[in-house]
């Protein structure tokens, strides 16, 4: 039997028993088969995936365009992953964008629910669906800060703000990037994961992207020379240190030189 | 000691006639209370910004050519910027004291706006603007409004991603002006945005000499003003009237205590300049028009603005298909000059509301005008509001607080919560004087059992009641 | 013996018209403290030692400081100097000191409460300036004359005066706020100056671009370019080709304020995600590509302008004509059509 066609099979007869105890699940719970083999396989990928993502995502990565009635609490609805390859998944669920709970919800960082060689499953199942890109090997040692600051302010300050301590786009919350990794980076940009623009190579380089990563690294630690950073978000935390402790010093100072209404 | 001062004196008295107005000067009273030196407090920021302001002046280069960077500061290295941002790069990392000084101009401009304010809010709540001293009131509005106008250009002339933002609006906001706002801000950029090179000559000459005689001069009248009718005080006691006023003389008593303070004032701007980092233009980077940051914002004291620029809904004012008041101008314009338009005109809207046309020596404590403090309250919470929602953007990423849903909330809020705090203001006065009267009977009452127990004791039979 | 004669005489000579000067101010001096002892302006109080030793104690070591800025000043090089060492070095020095003058204040001055009058109005005094105005008028006989030429002449030299703010700038020809460097047949260019080609423009993401060979800088330059589905747009019927493959360029600068609409928006799941928009990060102006830039959401009162573009033989982008609308924030014209030569 070709390997496709196994594979097929695998997740269909895999998808209707295990659909059937996710419905029996509670909507937020990870389904995992009773014993996980050893080490990271695409079997194992394709039982998680059935488990965990099919009522979103479809049988076999096809999508959900309009919900299912009858597909337990969850609404499900989700895009295809045929053809999103190793680098969208390794992404989505490094981070915790995914599994999500509802699909109207805002996908973000969040609590990592498989562990590594569950993931790597989940990924090379994925990856077998249809062919698409890798998971990346960023080189920010490589790249430049100067060339990575001119990038990132240019491509990514707008929603991220410029030391990347995220900000709002109509409708969504823009994470700050202080905890990303640099393969979450190189992921990210090559994606453009739930409303982020996904920039290709022909518009940011990898050497580009390098120098991008590098910067993102550096924001971690800003040059706060000046003193406390207080948050690296300019005029909101200096307003607040100007009332709230330079206002109440100034006023001990007064108290302290002045006399108090009938003594 | 002393006594080598009688020639120094001698010599001034002769050449200057100076010896009766420094022996009445010496002994000119100041009512004794801490909040009414909020009022110094602001003027000793003003002083440091001056000294530390001269410093950077003799540092900076207000010139917009281009020049690319190949300082310390490695992030930067290669890219292009105007000279202006350069030379406060070089500032902050080149001048050993430079960073140091830059940071504390720029807190005590924030410190400087705060303590108007106070001082501001002080003035309104014990009603010290009232005849005879509307001027001096009058005054201390256009000083405050000067002082935002001042800041905005300090902040904008270096040149950076976060001010270059809010220098376009600015821009934007002039154009906003009803059929004038185009010419206007033609004349003062010289060009469409970002201007000619020679707005940056103009923004600079007016930060570094015109606004700061014009605030040097108002500050002196405004002070003359107060000497000029004394400072007013709160009613402690019977010899407190509007007529005599009670307080500790300038020398020996309140000078060290005002040199006190202007150390104080010094020390703690000095501190923050070295503790706490503000606007860290290195982590922006340069301006260019077509660049945009998240989270861009003003500084604090214009945070009213951009609430109100943000809270507006979306539509344009026209006739035909001419433009006659383009959006910006509600909370750009509009919003700032109703405000200093009510605090301006309050005190006589008081006085025709209440029809006195006393003088008035004697402060009030809040208390005691309910309905000016919980309209002072009421106003304030107004103003407030549509300041806090400028940072809605912010709260979201920090709370998750929608953004949409904090927009219809506020729109709402700031309406609501004003009308609410009036009347709630307006109870806890009088129920405060409600309590202080309960407590004056208590004493006299106590007073009165104390001086006929006495009397019990000493055998000498008392009245009754 | 001689020797030592002399000096003492020297010396005698030297100071002893200081000594004379000085017996003397000491009589004076006891005959004043005598008479101020009696009935002293200023109120007199006990000494406190203590408190001068602290006052003492706070300048020396608000010296120490003062002394130790100096010294962080001298030691370290401007890459290395820490900002906090100096800022605590001024800030303490200046905070002692502000101490040691309030143990001044508190205990080294007598706090004295005196009473003094409020001033008045001066009712005699108004009287008298009328007064005197009024009498120098004695060899006026037509006041109102002379002070209207008077207010007549203040104008004309206020006019004078004024006149030369006009060269501040184009004043009365606000064209130059609609003019922006796009023409039929321009080239899309990159910040670096590399030519935008019509297949290097991906969808799903976007692109900052400007007119070749003109100033970056100008409102009017910058554009923001995104792909869409050509399926999927709903453009004005007269703007039905200015989008080549589904490619749309717009203004960058925001038509409300004047920022640079810096994000976009793009949905990776269309179906429940919020549609593509270009949104700017100033006050939240949201506009929406597939209409040609209609606001959405935000307090823009006017759509971001489109420019057409068409494709070129070696495939790159240009400019088809100048923006569907003038550029940048309103203004009294601003809904004019933009001039295009």
Known sequence: MRRSGLMAALTACLAL??????????????????????????????????????????????????????????????????????????????TG??????????????????????????????????????????????????????????????????????????????????????????????????????????????????????????????????????????????????????????????????????? | MTEHIEDPVRFIDERTSAAPLLRKSMRYLFPDHWSFLLGEVALYSFIVLIATGVYLALFFDPSTAKTVYHGPYTPLDGQQMSAAYKSVLDISFSYKAGLLIRQTHHWAADVFVASIVMHLMRVFFTGAFRKPRELTWLIGLVLLFTAFLEGYLGYSLVDDLLSGMGLAI?????????????????????????????????????????????????????????????????????????????????????????????????????????????????????????????????????????????????????????????????????????????LASFPWLERKLTRDHEVHNLADRPRHAPSRTAFGVAFLAWVFLIFAFGAADRLFVLFGLSYNTQLYVFRIGIWIVPAVLFFVTRRLCHGLQAADLAEARHGAALAEAERRRAAVGTGLESRGP | MRVWRWLVAIATFLFGRRVRQERKRAKQREKRQEAEAKDPIVAQGSPERGAENLVVALLGIASLFALGFVVVYALFSPAGIPNELLGICLGMCFLFVGGALTVV?????????????????????QKEIVEIVRESGSRITRKRLLLGAGAA????????AI?????????????????????RGVRLVDEDGNPLSANGVAAGTFYTAFPE?????????????????????????????????????????????????????????????????????????????????????????????????????????RAAGNFSARVGPSWWNVREAPTSE
């Open chain 1, 17 to 94: 028993g295990v659909v059937g105890l996710a419905a029996a699940q509670p909507g937020s719970g990870i389904v995992r088969p009773t014993t996980e083999p050893a080490k990271p396989s695409v079997e194992l990928g394709a039982e998680l995936y059935a488990g965990n993502c099919a009522s979103c995502h479809g049988i076999a990565g096809s999508g959900i365009k309009t919900p299912r009635p009858g597909a337990a609490d969850i609404a499900g609805e989700g895009p295809p992953l045929r053809g999103v390859g190793a680098l969208a998944s390794d992404f989505y669920l490094r």
């Open chain 1, 97 to 263: 964008y995914m599994p999500l709970s509802s699909p109207h919800d805002q996908p973000g960082p969040d609590r990592v629910l498989f562990n590594d060689k569950e993931i790597r499953s989940i990924v090379a199942y994925v990856a077998s669906l249809g062919s698409g890109p890798g998971i990346p090997n960023p080189k920010p040692d490589s790249g430049s800060l100067a060339e990575g600051l001119q990038q990132f302010t240019l491509h990514c300050a707008g929603c991220h703000q410029v030391v990347a301590r995220g900000g709002y786009v109509t409708g969504a919350v823009v994470p700050p990037l202080q905890s990303a990794t640099p393969n979450e980076i190189a992921e990210a940009v090559r994606i453009g994961p739930y409303l982020m623009p996904r920039f290709p190579s022909s518009q940011i380089s990898d050497a580009q992207l390098n120098s991008i990563i590098k910067y993102v690294l550096s924001t971690r630690h800003p040059d706060n020379r000046g003193g406390w950073g207080i948050g690296n978000l300019g005029p909101i935390p200096e307003g607040l240190v100007t009332w709230w402790i330079a206002v109440p010093l100034l006023l001990i100072a007064c108290m302290a030189v002045g006399r108090r209404l009938y003594r």
């Open chain 2, 170 to 342: 600015g821009y934007g906001v002039g154009l906003s002006l009803p059929v004038i706002g185009g010419p206007l801000v033609l004349a003062i950029f010289g060009a469409p945005f970002p201007g000619k090179g020679v707005f940056w000559s103009r923004m600079y000459i007016a930060h570094v000499f015109l606004i700061p005689m014009l605030l040097a001069t108002l500050i002196g009248v405004h002070l003359a003003l107060v000497m000029a009718r004394h400072h007013t005080q709160f009613k402690e006691t019977s010899r407190h009237t509007q007529r005599r006023i009670v307080g500790v003389p300038l020398f020996p008593g309140q000078a060290p205590r005002s040199l006190a303070l202007m150390f104080f004032v010094v020390g703690i701007l000095f501190l923050l300049g070295g503790l706490i980092q503000i606007n860290p233009i290195w982590q922006w980077g340069p301006f260019e028009p077509w660049l945009g940051t998240n989270g861009a914002q003003p500084d604090w004291y214009l945070g009213w603005l951009i609430g109100a620029l943000r809270l507006m809904p979306s539509f344009d004012v026209t006739i035909g298909h001419y433009t006659l008041i383009p959006n910006p101008f509600w909370g750009g314009i509009l919003f700032p000059l109703f405000v200093l338009g009510v």
């Open chain 3, 105 to 125: 204040a508190k205990r080294l001055v007598v706090t004295e409460e005196l009473e003094d009058d409020y001033p008045e109005a001066h009712p005699g005094q």
């Open chain 3, 153 to 160: 002449t203040a104008g004309a030299v206020g006019l004078a």
């Open chain 3, 163 to 183: 006149t030369p703010a006009l060269s501040l700038g184009p004043i009365w020809d606000t064209a130059p706020l609609d003019q922006t460097p796009w023409r």
């Open chain 3, 213 to 317: 060979g003109a100033n970056n800088e100008e409102i009017g330059s910058s554009l923001i370019v995104v792909r869409l589905d050509p399926s999927k747009l709903k453009l004005p019927a007269s703007r039905a080709n200015w989008a080549p493959g589904g490619i749309l360029a717009f203004s960058k600068i925001c038509t409300h304020a004047g920022c640079a609409v810096a994000l976009y928006r793009k949905p990776t799941f269309p179906v429940i995600e919020p549609k593509p928009a270009l949104v700017c990060p100033c006050h939240y102006s949201t506009f929406d590509p597939y209409t040609g830039g209609d606001v959405i959401y935000g307090p823009a009162g006017r759509p971001l302008p489109q420019l057409p573009l068409m494709v070129d033989d070696a495939g790159d982008l």
